[in-house]
């Protein structure tokens, strides 16, 4: 496949054209299923966009077919910019490639070519062997980062990572009772939330699950819908069947890893609860958090926010299975016997420290998020 590049007076329109789209694909985040979010725009021979669309949730219809349908005969002889290949082959929709050649537009803009292997270019390939022109690579770093997930999956055979922490300046996430809300503002908090939209999961250990009781919803207005999977790791079978979690797995799916030496009767009871237990997670005593994250991106499950607690997100580390750090600082002090963000992490050298790189602070509130990105 040959890479058609593009540099005309033009190029300022096709970038804004371009981002109107990744901004229709990332209203999709944490809502498509195993599909990419993906954006569209449809712009005709005028120049005006008379279509536009992003994957639906659950991930179907498709951004393309969907502009294609609100363009109508107005996308014959136009311009389609979609954020990321068009699929070119039949799942339980047609290609997505073939809708844009029969629409008869004529100049397509590729942000990123797709690395399943079910297109993988060829999706370029057809519209070009159909005579359009096509052009790939704008604006394609963003939309790498629109989609990340989706290529962690892919192309590393795990979802992206992230660690949610919210504590104290001193790195305390709970006193030393166990108390922790609320050491955040509000703002913080409504973030925190707005994360929990973006991700398809949401992942804590028994000691938060314990601790906290909490429900892991998304309790935004208007978001609530986007509430992700719920997965708790539970090592000895402790959670209890009054919980929040399991109390409302019927409402909003719950997964639980733990070991093989667990309660049958436990199983048995959470499955009848509508449950999902894994038990095989376990290996020489300790989490096998990668054939955890490959059992999820066989789920198709693209992304992962873990909010704790300290001993999860230390077990996360030592795994070097993280991929972002949000941290959330509030202006407070807790001290010493308050609950560490981070347990242990068995460092013997300044040269093993984890490597990560500081993208984004901003103030929310009286609180500071910094967005650290592995280097």
Request: overall charge neutral.
């Amino acid at each position: 496949m040959t890479t058609i590049l593009f540099n005309d007076q033009y190029l300022a329109q096709h970038t804004a054209n371009m981002r109107s789209a990744l901004c229709l694909a990332r209203s999709g985040l944490g809502a498509t299923g195993e599909n990419p979010t993906v954006g569209c725009v449809i712009v005709d021979q005028r120049g005006r966009i008379v279509g536009s669309a992003r994957t639906a949730d659950n991930g179907r219809p498709h951004a393309e077919t969907s502009a294609l349908v609100i363009a109508d005969s107005s996308a014959k002889g136009g311009t389609a910019y979609v954020t990321l290949e068009p699929c070119s082959h039949t799942g339980q929709t047609g290609p997505c490639c073939d809708a844009l050649i029969q629409a008869g537009i004529k100049v397509v803009f590729v942000a990123l070519k797709d690395p399943d292997p079910r297109v993988s270019g060829r999706g370029i390939e057809r519209l070009q062997r159909s005579g359009i022109e096509v052009h790939v690579g704008l604006c394609e770093v963003e939309a790498r980062e629109c989609n990340r997930g989706f290529l962690s999956r892919v192309e590393r055979g795990r979802p992206f990572v992230s660690l949610k922490i919210a504590g104290s300046l001193d790195g305390r996430i709970a006193l030393a009772s166990g108390e922790s809300k609320w050491i955040t503002s509000g703002a913080a908090r409504a973030y925190g939330h707005r994360l929990r939209a973006e991700n398809d999961a949401i992942l804590v250990g028994i000691g938060t699950a314990l601790a906290d009781n909490p429900s892991l919803d998304c309790r935004l207005s208007g978001l609530e819908d986007k509430s992700p999977l719920r997965m708790v790791l539970d090592r000895r079978g402790q959670l209890p069947l009054n919980s929040q979690l399991v109390q409302s797995a019927a409402k909003r799916s719950l997964l639980v890893f733990s070991g093989s030496n667990v309660s049958n009767d436990w199983v048995s009871t959470l499955t009848k609860q509508s449950v999902e237990v894994c038990a095989d997670a376990i290996h020489n005593k300790n989490f096998d958090l990668g054939a955890v994250l490959s059992h999820l991106a066989e789920k198709g499950i693209s992304s992962v926010l873990v909010e704790g607690g300290g001993q999860t997100h230390a077990e996360f580390l030592r795994a070097d299975l993280v991929d972002e750090i949000q941290l959330f600082s509030a202006p407070k002090i807790i001290g010493g016997d308050g609950r560490a963000a981070i347990g242990n992490l068995q460092i013997s050298s300044m040269a093993d420290l984890s490597k990560f790189e500081t993208t984004s602070v901003e103030r929310l509130g009286p609180d500071s998020l910094h967005v650290l990105r592995r280097k």
